[in-house]
């Protein structure tokens, strides 16, 4: 393999919602939803090893896909509650 690469280990505060990840626009970490219970919330991951932070503070819902602006400055979210299905 060409070039170098370094693996980051950290650990998760609690499991992965829905398997999606995202990095962040400039690189730094990687976004991600938490389930905890019975409602998901994205989580920021530093890869420098600092504290991640909760990014939202859902009640209820469950994440179904996020992105960002084409910009990158904005989170756009899509959620349903457990009463809710979707395609």
Do not use: V
């Not at 992965?16 to 962040?24: D, P, Q, T």
């Amino acid at each position: 393999m060409a070039g170098s690469f370094r693996i980051i280990d950290f650990e998760r505060p609690r499991a992965i919602a829905n398997g999606r990840i995202l990095f962040k626009r400039d690189g730094t970490g990687i976004i991600d939803p938490i389930r905890d219970g019975r409602t998901d919330n994205l989580w920021l991951q530093h890869l420098d090893g600092t504290t991640g932070k909760q990014l939202t503070d859902l009640k209820s819902e469950f994440i179904h896909d996020f992105d960002y602006s084409y910009a990158g400055k904005q989170l756009a979210i899509t959620t349903a509650t457990a009463s809710q299905t979707w395609c």
